[in-house]
């Protein structure tokens, strides 16, 4: 097994998360780790540099958890401002694969993964202002 390469912001900005939520969700092993590994990191930054917080994200956590990916990806505004766009296109993706509450779940946990890199990312840079 390789050690994975560091990688910088920009280029972990670069990934397409979409791609990997329709690869790491219906199959557990890599793709998946891929996804809540460096995917969440990616989906963190993204959204970090689009000034949305933590909580947004807990909270369509939620919203899917409690109506599903479907019903989340339809939503108008599933991440405030210009984040809805792009949460919408990562909705989109997972839906395309989920198929069931047990999937729900998986995007719902993802989301939640995402959402604590943010929160270590704000900290840190509070920390260091």
């Known amino acids: 097994m390789s050690t994975p390469q560091p990688q910088s912001d920009s280029q972990l900005a670069e990934l397409d998360i979409e791609i990997l939520l329709r690869l790491g969700l219906p199959n557990p092993g890599p793709h998946r780790s891929t996804l809540f590994g460096a995917g969440a990191v990616a989906a963190a930054i993204t959204v ?3 000034g949305v917080l933590p909580r947004a994200l807990v909270f369509l956590g939620e919203v899917v958890r409690a109506g599903g990916t479907r019903f989340a990806a339809e939503l108008p505004e599933p991440l405030p401002g210009p984040a809805a766009a792009v949460a919408r296109g990562w909705l989109t993706a997972a839906a395309m694969v989920v198929q069931d509450p047990t999937g729900d779940q998986l995007v719902a946990r993802w989301l939640d993964a995402v959402a604590a890199v943010l ?3 704000v900290t ?3 920390a260091n202002s």
């Open 48 to 50: 970090d540099r689009l």
């Open 119 to 121: 929160a270590l990312r």
């Open 124 to 126: 840190h840079r509070e």
